[in-house]
Structures are given as structure tokens and as C-alpha cells.
């Protein structure tokens, strides 16, 4: 029930189009949507986040959408560009409470020129 | 924004000693710090879980004896990998939440790679 389950594993994508990476959850006490970028050798920065009371939320290029009643939460990017290939992990957690992040598999997004 | 710095960023050591790594909170009071594993090309797993001034609590599978944690201050937290092994070479990131202003942001430190040779 802890699980976050993320696909696809890997993704590429041509410059300028659109990735979409899923996750899909089980605990219905998880508040708190967060995704990760991390390149390699460096640890993870928040992308953006998103809490069960909205169904979707933008920043720039970047949209998450969330079903609640699906249990499932996507990342969009937008107008993809090559500075975007990265490993993406979206997690969750119980965030009012302090509680760990579960995070998903990851996803190895690669943008070709 | 919120700040964690991590250092060192890599370590090689030899096999049997210790290696101490230390994640501060540079611009918040982080009432709670997390250490991850991660190994290559995979996820970060959660190894333990610690409140400043309480001892950590670890998850299943990972050795309390040998992953000492201290979070002594809200702005501290170390990690020290006792009499290490090769198989402990590994990416090490912390991971710090602070306290206030309804945030419910983990900010995460840049991660430390250690070679244990």
C-alpha cells in the first residue's frame, strides 16, 4: 500500500513535443505529490508538486495533472527540450504528518535534438 | 529558497574504516532529516528517518550498528558508514524538512558517492 508505481521506465522524446510520465498510488492518506528531476551525480530537485484538493497545477513548461478518484498523478512537459534529459521520480507522503517520501521506480527521460 | 548542503560530494575510502558524511540545513531549522541509498540507474531507497535530539528510526534491512545517524541540532545531520565494505560503495543523498510557514517541501542534499576500495 506504501507503493508508488511509475512508468514509463524509459522515454524519448524528439525536441518540442510533449512527455508524459504517469505514477499511480494505493494509500489514500498521501497528501502531499511531489516530482523530482535529478541528473546524474547529483541528488533530486523538486520539479513541482501538487496536494489532493487541486486537479492540476502549472509551472512554465511543466503540468501536473491528478485523479483522485483514479488514484493516479502525471507529469507533462512541455515543448520538451534536450536540457530536460533527466531521470524524473515522482513520490508521495503523508506530508502533514512528516513522513517519509515513497518515490517511484524513476523514469530516464532523453530529449533528442 | 530552502538550502541542504552535503559533504563531501565524493569520498574514496579503504575497506574497514569509517567515512562520516554531513548534510546541513543552511537557511531553515530542519526538524527532520532522511538518508537515502541509491545505487546506479535505480531509485532512492529510504534508509533512515531522524528528529533532532531523538535517535533515528531505520528501515527494515538496514543495519542501525552500521549506518550510525546523528541529528544533534536542527540544522545537522550526519551519517557515518562504520568499518565500511565495497558492496557500501554507493550514492548516499539527505533529505531535510523543515518547520514552519505550512511548507511541505523535502529538500534534498546534492548526494555523496562513496568508493570503498
Known amino acids: 500500500q506504501q507503493q508508488v508505481k511509475q512508468s514509463p521506465q524509459s522515454l524519448i522524446v524528439q525536441k518540442g513535443g510533449i512527455s508524459i510520465i504517469n505514477c499511480a498510488y494505493e494509500n489514500t492518506a498521501f497528501d502531499y505529490f511531489p516530482w523530482y528531476q535529478q541528473f546524474p551525480g547529483k541528488g533530486p530537485a523538486l520539479l513541482i508538486a501538487?496536494?489532493?484538493?487541486?486537479s492540476e497545477k502549472k509551472e512554465g513548461r511543466f503540468t501536473i495533472s491528478f485523479n483522485k478518484s483514479a488514484k493516479q498523478f502525471s507529469l507533462h512537459i512541455m515543448d520538451s527540450q534536450p536540457g530536460d534529459s533527466a531521470t524524473y521520480f515522482c513520490a508521495a507522503s503523508i506530508a502533514s504528518s512528516a513522513q517519509k517520501l515513497v518515490f517511484g521506480q524513476g523514469t530516464r527521460l532523453t530529449i533528442n535534438p | 529558497g530552502a538550502v541542504v548542503s552535503q559533504h563531501p560530494s565524493r569520498v574514496i575510502c579503504k575497506s574497514g574504516t569509517s567515512v562520516k558524511i554531513e548534510c546541513r540545513s543552511l537557511?531553515?531549522?530542519?526538524?527532520?532529516m532522511f538518508w537515502y541509498r541509491q545505487f546506479p540507474k535505480q531509485s532512492l531507497m529510504l534508509m533512515a528517518t531522524s528528529n533532532e535530539g531523538s535517535k533515528a528510526t531505520y528501515e527494515q534491512g538496514v543495519e542501525k550498528d552500521k549506518f550510525l545517524i546523528n541529528h544533534a541540532s536542527l540544522t545537522l545531520s550526519t551519517l557515518t558508514v562504520t568499518s565500511a565494505h565495497p558492496e557500501d560503495s554507493s550514492f548516499y543523498i539527505c533529505s531535510a524538512r523543515g518547520t514552519g510557514g505550512g511548507t511541505y517541501g523535502y529538500t534534498f542534499g546534492s548526494g555523496t558517492r562513496l568508493t570503498v576500495v
Open positions: 537557511d531553515f531549522q530542519a526538524t527532520t
Open positions: 501538487i496536494r489532493p484538493d487541486v
